[in-house]
């Protein structure tokens, strides 16, 4: 792959992707909103080989997407991979969730892929060729306690990536999504939990590259991951 689109690069699993497909090949482009993280990311990459541009902006914005997305094809003449991977996640009993919490979740991680995946489509349409991944969870799959706003957030994005690949049947586009457990990522700093037995960001990573590097004859639906140990 070498033209690539990553949501949520400034951290996390979106920074372990592209540092695992960086080299002198790939060339990428970084969003997130906090420009001093995606900067230092950007000079990661570049030590791998590859070139990097940042979009500084908010996945669930319409216009910043449709900037940040024209920005992406004017520097890279195109896109081969969309990893929409940026989210947000709060925990607790459904009757304690603050509505500004339901509509982050909801915005960042709905309607921040949607918005992503509406920009995308036309231009791996016209060139027939290109994969999509999402960042999902095991909570797209299943559902947890304290996890009901989150996790309906994931079920949507599930239902959304298995409509399109539908639609996407008779192209040469392929969409997937990766469902990790519990993965030890600054999502969990100041968070009281145990990290020692979560899945790594690079977990996740390898995942990643195995849905990149499948065969023409291959279309992954979903990569679901948990913890080893
Ligand atoms: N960690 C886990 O246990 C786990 C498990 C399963 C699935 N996931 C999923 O994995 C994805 C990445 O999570 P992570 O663990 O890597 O968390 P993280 O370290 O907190 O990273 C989240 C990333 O999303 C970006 N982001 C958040 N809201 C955004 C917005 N409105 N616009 C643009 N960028 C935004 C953040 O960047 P800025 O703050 O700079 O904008 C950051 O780059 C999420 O979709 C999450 O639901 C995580």
Redesign the pocket.
């Known amino acids: 792959m070498k033209r690539i689109i990553i949501?949520?690069?400034?951290?996390?699993?979106?920074k372990e992707i592209a540092l695992e497909l960086a080299d002198e090949t790939s060339q990428f482009f970084l969003?997130?909103?906090?420009m001093d993280?995606l900067e230092q990311v950007k000079m990661e990459i570049e030590s791998k080989g590859s070139s990097a541009f940042i979009g500084v902006?908010?996945?669930?914005d319409e216009h910043q997407t449709k900037t940040l997305f024209s920005q992406a094809i004017a520097e890279m003449n195109g896109i081969d991979l969309l990893v929409a991977?940026?989210?947000?996640?709060y925990f607790g009993n459904l009757e304690e969730m603050e509505i500004s919490k339901y509509d982050d979740q909801f915005n960042?991680?709905v309607r921040?892929v949607f918005l992503w995946l509406r920009e995308a489509i036309p231009v791996m349409r016209k060139q027939n060729s290109g994969q999509i991944i999402v960042?999902?969870?095991?909570l797209g799959l299943k559902t947890s306690p304290r996890a009901s706003i989150y996790s309906a957030t994931k079920h949507a994005v599930q239902a959304m990536v298995s409509s399109l690949r539908d639609e996407l049947k008779g192209t040469m586009i392929k969409a997937a999504t990766i469902n990790?457990?519990?993965?030890s990522?600054?999502?969990?700093d100041g968070r009281d939990v145990d990290r020692s037995k979560?899945l790594t960001?690079k977990d996740v990573a390898r995942a990643a590259r195995l849905i990149v590097e499948q065969e023409e004859t291959s279309n992954i639906d979903h990569i679901l991951i948990m913890p080893g140990l």
Not at 31 to 34: H, L, M
Not at 57 to 60: A, L, N, Q, R, T
Not at 135 to 138: A, C, D, G, L, P
């Open positions: 949501t949520g690069a400034s951290s996390g699993i979106g969003v997130a909103r906090n993280r902006g908010d996945v669930s991977n940026a989210g947000v996640g960042t991680n921040g960042t999902s969870s095991n990790p457990g519990s993965v990522t600054p999502w969990f979560m960001a």
